[in-house]
């Protein structure tokens, strides 16, 4: 049964001349799904944002609740469904459902039960939208890409995992915060795992174009030295486990983080964000999926930018690769 903001209005009316036609499917209505619709839905991402699972009553619920702000949003459309069907023609398909972490569980003891659930799902969902590009959200990412990519038989551009673009936005925040320099002014990468392998890129940082290891502080701040550096890196590493532990879920920002990587598929922007995607020869390093900074366009990602990466950053892709490796073998891939 399909679920839609107003009865009396069709899901799809692309004959409209002038009307935006793009369509979001986000699969699971969990607290990530649900609220990445949400952030969706405020940023105008896409013209129709379709949720599916297999709970009916929870997604009805959640399309309902979503429709009655509609209003107060850029012109959208919201339907739902626990049919597969309701992802049909979709542009792009966000796949949210996997288990839940809890306190104290790392991102990789969720990688057997997610394995199956997207060996299921994912089958179903290509037979409704072949030609969409496919993020995976649910954790661990980076495993769970790897083997969708192996399951769905798709190119590399068109399946890949959201990564460690939120886990840049946390270090971005941290190294605001610290340094009192606006956000925005602020530019680097975490790479690696999405998970307890990953690393800040601090030789290519940068505040206000000022190398981030030559930064003298600003506003009585003092410099970032290695013991800060450090410290700030544990503070993004571990910041998942303190809010699981404290709330249950983490959904804001990985819902808008999600919502910029759909923006930039819908716009075709060839945006630089440090997506998780099927490395080959990168820096000597092939069969893994892992975030670098890569180069999302209309048609997926495009290419992994050859960032520079000292001596040890270059040892810590290393090791995270071959860990998800190790992990993915224990799975079968």
């Known amino acids: 049964m399909y679920f839609e903001h107003n009865p009396f209005v069709p899901a799809e009316r692309s004959d409209e001349p002038g009307r935006r036609t793009s369509k979001v499917a986000i699969v699971g209505a969990g607290a990530v799904g649900s609220t990445m619709a949400y952030a969706a839905l405020m940023r105008g991402a896409a013209r129709t944002v379709a949720l599916y699972d297999i709970n009916a009553a929870k997604v009805k619920a959640e399309v309902y609740d979503l429709s009655h702000g509609i209003q107060f949003m850029p012109m959208a459309e919201v339907i739902g469904s626990d049919d597969i069907e309701v992802c049909r023609d979709a542009d792009v398909v966000m796949i949210t459902a996997g288990a839940k972490q809890r306190p104290g569980q790392t991102r990789l003891d969720l990688a057997g039960a997610t394995i199956n ?9 290509l037979k409704v939208a072949p030609d969409a590009t496919y993020v995976m959200v649910t954790n661990p990412v980076d495993v ?36 009192g320099v606006a956000v925005q002014n602020v530019h680097a990468y975490i790479v690696g795992e999405h998970g307890d392998s990953e690393f800040p890129l601090w030789s290519s940082a940068t505040i206000g174009g000022v190398p981030l290891l030559d930064w003298p502080g600003v506003h009585g701040r003092p410099p970032l030295d290695a013991e800060r550096r450090t410290a700030i890196a544990d503070e993004v590493i571990n910041s998942a486990y303190r809010i699981i532990e404290g709330k249950g879920a983490t959904n804001y920002a990985v819902a808008l983080a999600g ?14 964000l440090p997506v998780s995607t099927l490395l080959s020869d990168f820096y000597g390093l092939s069969d893994v999926c892992l975030s670098v900074p890569s180069v999302v366009y209309g048609g997926g990602v495009a290419d992994q930018l050859p960032i520079p990466l000292s001596d040890e950053e ?20």
Do not use: C, H, M
């Not at 068109?158 to 340094?179: K, M, N, P």
């Not at 919502?259 to 630089?272: F, G, K, P, Q, Y």
């Open 144 to 179: 769970v890409t790897y083997a969708a990519l192996k399951i769905s038989g798709l190119p590399t551009n068109q399946i890949f995992g959201s990564g460690t673009v939120l886990d840049s936005s946390r270090l971005r925040y941290v190294l605001a915060r610290e340094t």
């Open 314 to 333: 270059y040892d810590g892709l290393k090791a995270s690769a071959l860990s998800l490796k190790q992990v993915a073998r224990e799975f079968g891939f």
């Open 117 to 125: 659930l997207v060996g299921k799902i994912l089958p179903e969902l």
């Open 259 to 272: 919502s910029r990587i759909i923006e930039a598929v819908l716009n075709d922007e060839s945006r630089v």
